[in-house]
C-alpha cells in the first residue's frame, strides 16, 4: 500500500516508514510524486475576456473547428464579396465614370444574405454554450458575466464587420485602379465603413439577444431569421401601400419597425446614398439623426436585457 503526499515540494527525499515503531505498516511509502504550486503570473479578467473574445471571433467563421464548420461563412462571405467582384471588373473593363452602387448601399442590398450569416454565427456563440452547460464553467474563472456578455458582442460585431467591409474594401480599391477620383471615392468609401460599423452593432446585439433564450442551434437560426428578415418585408410592403393613399409622412416614420429600413434611412439621410423607400418619403438629415438614436437605443437596450438574461444563467 501505498500513501501519496501531493504536497511534497520536488526534490524531496522519499520517506520511508518501514521501522519498528514508527506508527505504520512495514511496507507504507510516502512518496513524491512531483507536484508543485502555481507561481506564475495570474492574468485576470483582461485575459480571460481576450481570449474569450479570439475563441468567439474565431469560431464565428469555424476556425479551430472541423473543416465542415467552415464551409457554410465562407461560401457566404465568398457570394458577399462577388458583386465587389464584378463592379471592379466593370470598373476596369468599360471605365466608369461612377460606380453603380455607393458604398452605404451595398451592405443594405446583402442585407439578406447577411442575415442568413449572421443566424449561423449567434447561435453557434451562445446558444451551444447553454446547450452543453459550459456558461457554469466560464464564471467559475475570474471574469464576470458582464465580460461573457461583452466579449461575445464584441466577437459577433468584429466578424459582421469583417464581413461587410472587405467587399468595400475590395469595391475601394477596384475604384482607384479604374482612375475613379481618389478623393471621392476615399470619402464614400468612409461613409460606407460607418454604415458597416452601425449595421454590425445593431445586428449583433439582437441576434445574440435572441440566441442567448434557446439552448437549441435550429431554434436559434430560425428565430434570427425570422427576425432580420420578416420585419423588413412587412414595413416595405405597409410603406408602399401607404404611399400610394398619400401618407408619406407615416412612410417615412414606418422605416424605424425594422433594422433593414432603419439602417437604410441612416445611410439615405447622413451618409451621402439614397433611401430605398417610396419617391418623396426619403429621410431628411433631422429624421436620419433621430434614425441614428433609435438604432443605437436599440443596442443599448438588447446589451442591457443580455446582461439581467446572463445573471441567471448557469446559476
Known sequence: MSAENPGTPSGAPTATADAPGAGGRGDARIHDIGYRGYSGERLGRSAGRRALFEHSLRGAYGLG???????????????????AVIIVAIALTVGLDDLPLRYSQYPLYMAQLIALYIALAAPQMVSLD????????????????????????????AALFVFTAIPLTITWIGALLGKLDFTD?????????????????????????IASFTPRRGFGVAAVIAVLTIPYFAVVSVQWVLHDQGGTTAVTWLGLLSPGTLLDGIQGALLGGRADYPSGTEPGTGVG???LLVALGVSALCVLLLSRRYRKVGI
Request: proline share 5%; hydrophobic share 55%; charged share 15%.
Open 130 to 157: 447553454l446547450r452543453h452547460h459550459t456558461t457554469p464553467l466560464y464564471f467559475s474563472r475570474p471574469i464576470e458575466r458582464i465580460d461573457y456578455v461583452f466579449a461575445k458582442l464584441g466577437a459577433l460585431t
Open 65 to 83: 473547428r472541423s473543416a465542415r464548420s467552415k464551409i457554410m461563412p465562407f461560401l457566404l462571405f465568398a457570394i458577399a464579396c462577388f458583386p
Open 185 to 209: 471615392q476615399s470619402r464614400m468609401y468612409g461613409q460606407g465603413l460607418v454604415l458597416a460599423a452601425i449595421f454590425a452593432v445593431l445586428h449583433a446585439c439582437i441576434a445574440l439577444l
Open 289 to 291: 439623426l433621430v434614425f
